[in-house]
């Protein structure tokens, strides 16, 4: 029987080890890859290189930056720092970003709870959410982990942590959470009954 | 809903059948060992994807055979007809409904829809209160599908509940030594406990309250005139009225449990630790002060209610299974069964006595002799 040759098969075997890659998807990729030219092959291994080396946690909020600074957001003198955004993980703040009309700042807690699978609060960023909350002066907190159970469960959490806080002025700290509800564009009678339900709690005056 | 059509292949001892169906009352008498309860786990089948006596499909097919098949014309009660189709070999299954291959299970089960009782059936009303919360909960999604996802959640903030009370009494009794965030997080899993929670105990009152309503007079007509009567009532530690208190009750139950759930480490109240309860004349526990006969009466009974229900909801009267049903009943509870039986569109009634079979077949559309996985015509009773 014909087999692959190894060099390949060990191309195929490092690309499966990547989230989403089955066996036959990275079959498909390593195929792609051998025939490209060799400057481009070059380049993409410089990329990979410069992003394993250069890519790192923003000191602050956890966002992804580049060589231990501050975050394009972080770094930013028009953003409101008394808005605090916090979210699961780094790509949910990338995704509100592209919402483009949030101008605040963002938290990012590294995951979402789950005693479960082991996941703690002493797991998550919040010992530095409550130290931002105090040195930046923060007046609201936008809750915005996933609607999914372990996200409402963080939510929760979250509540106690920073229902006590304060904001500059002796006010109470305004806690938020994202609201429910239909996807724009959606279609009433495909929408499922979970979600018209929040929609419907969630609704607005028009 | 109407079994018009079965077919059998190498399932128990069933090496092959081809058969019609009518509506109405269809007997299966013969001697123990036969094969009618056989026949009538094959329906099981059809409609629950599994046996009401095994685990194991292979165990149900005939001897050193390779596979079993149970192929069935169905019709719901607007006699739109649909075929269901299964193979069962050990460790797969084939399913198929109206020639299409079906890969998620659930969208076969309940297709069919049918009650079924057998002996065995008695554990439902003597056995663990898990079998009464199941059968609430599964008629609950029946009827509302859109529960289901609060089922989870409440599944969910359960076992997140309880794995942070591991963490928080590492030893029974013995609290974590720095247990400040550990409390946080238990805090919130308690309201999502309380939410889904609150939900669930509310919809199972509710269906608790409409069962009741046909399972009173239900049983009242198999009762002898100035007999037992037999009601349903849903039982929580939670105090369920009035309404809106119901939160906060379950709220205050849970703060006042902390003891119990230090020492046991787990959730010790809410709707997974609820029970359906059977009341004698409306104050005894029935498994505790009724009679075998009176037992079984009302675990029959529940069936035929469930049946009741559905017929009225959801415009679809289940076809109904019974199995050894009319044993350690009086002769007169019987006749009553019977005339219950007559108002429901199809029913598959085994009767390993003669005296039964003669007492039953003036109502049936049809008696059939079962013997050695072969059935004959005895003969009709109109
Ligand atoms: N996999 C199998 N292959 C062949 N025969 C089987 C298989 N499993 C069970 N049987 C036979 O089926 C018979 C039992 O059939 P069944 O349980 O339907 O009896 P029944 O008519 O309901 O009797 P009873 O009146 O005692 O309840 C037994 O004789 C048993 O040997
Ligand atoms: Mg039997
Ligand atoms: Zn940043």
């Known amino acids: ?5 190894p060099a390949l098969a060990d191309l195929i075997h490092q690309l499966t080890r990547l989230p989403g890659i089955g066996p036959k998807a990275a079959e498909r990729l ?13 380049s993409l291994g410089q990329a990979l290189n410069d992003s394993v080396a250069r890519v790192t946690d923003c000191p602050t909020c956890g966002c992804l ?24 993980d780094a790509l949910d703040a990338v995704a509100v970003e592209r919402g ?66 304060t904001a500059p002025g002796g006010a109470a700290l305004r806690l938020t959470r994202l609201a429910r509800g239909l996807p724009s564009g959606a279609q009433l009678d495909y929408a499922d009954p979970a979600t018209l339900q929040s929609a419907l709690e969630h609704r607005t005056e028009l | 809903m109407r079994l018009k059509r079965l077919k059998l292949r190498d399932f128990r001892n069933y090496e092959r059948l081809d058969l019609e169906f009518p ?19 094959a329906i099981h089948y059809l409609s629950y994807l599994k046996s009401f006596r095994t685990n ?21 009660d ?15 299954r084939h399913v198929r409904l109206n020639g299409n291959d079906i890969t998620r299970f659930q969208d076969f089960i309940g297709r069919l829809h049918s009650q079924f009782f057998f002996p065995g059936d008695l554990t439902l009303l003597t056995g663990d209160p898990t079998l009464r919360r199941e059968v609430l909960d599964l008629e609950l999604l029946r009827l509302k599908p859109v529960l289901l996802p609060v089922y989870q959640k409440f599944r969910n903030a359960l076992k997140q509940r309880n794995s942070v009370l591991k963490l928080l009494y590492p030893q029974p009794g013995r609290r974590h030594n720095r247990p400040v965030d550990l409390l946080k997080a238990l805090e919130a899993y308690t309201e999502q406990l309380i939410g889904a929670g609150v939900a669930i105990m509310r919809e199972r009152r509710g269906i608790t309250k409409v069962l009741n309503e046909q399972f009173v007079p239900l049983y009242a007509r198999l009762a002898p005139p100035e007999g037992e009567s037999v009601s349903l009532r849903y039982l929580s530690a939670v105090p369920l009225e009035p309404d809106d208190q119901l939160a906060a009750n379950y709220r205050r139950l849970l703060s006042e449990s902390q003891e119990t759930e230090a020492s046991l480490r787990f959730t010790t109240v809410g709707p997974h630790r609820d029970d359906l309860g059977f009341i004698l004349d409306g104050e005894r526990d029935l498994k505790r002060y009724g009679s075998q006969g009176q037992q079984r009466s009302a675990a029959l009974t529940f069936r035929l209610a469930l049946a009741a229900l559905s017929r009225q909801r959801l415009s679809d009267d289940p076809l109904l299974l019974l199995d050894d049903a009319l044993s350690e009943m009086d002769d007169e509870r019987k006749q009553r069964l019977l005339a219950i039986c007559r108002q429901h569109r199809q029913v598959f009634i085994t009767s390993a006595s003669q005296r039964e079979v003669d007492l039953i077949s003036p109502l049936a559309t049809v008696v059939y002799t079962v013997e050695d996985g072969l059935l004959a015509p005895a003969g009709s009773g109109q």
């Open chain 1, 1 to 5: 029987m014909l087999g692959l040759p």
């Open chain 1, 30 to 42: 390593a195929l792609a890859l051998i025939k490209w030219e060799p400057a481009e092959v070059a």
């Open chain 1, 65 to 88: 930056s580049q060589d231990g600074e501050l975050c394009d957001v972080c770094a930013s003198e028009g953003r409101d720092a008394s808005v605090l955004c916090v979210v699961e």
């Open chain 1, 100 to 165: 483009g009309t949030y101008n605040g700042r963002y938290h990012i807690l590294g995951g979402a709870l789950s005693p479960m699978k082991g996941v703690l609060p002493e797991d998550l960023r919040v010992a530095e959410l409550l130290e931002r909350i105090q040195a930046d002066g923060v007046t609201e907190v936008i809750v915005a982990t996933n609607a999914s159970p372990d996200g409402e469960a963080t939510a929760l959490y979250l509540k106690q942590e920073l229902v006590e806080l």
């Open chain 2, 23 to 41: 509506a109405g009352i269809i007997v299966l008498a013969g001697a123990n060992g036969a094969g009618k309860s056989n026949l009538l786990e």
């Open chain 2, 56 to 76: 194991r499909d292979r165990e149900v097919v005939r001897y050193s055979c390779p596979l079993a098949l149970i192929e069935a014309r169905l019709a719901d």
């Open chain 2, 78 to 92: 607007d006699e739109r007809p649909f075929d269901a189709r299964l193979v069962l070999k050990s460790g797969k």
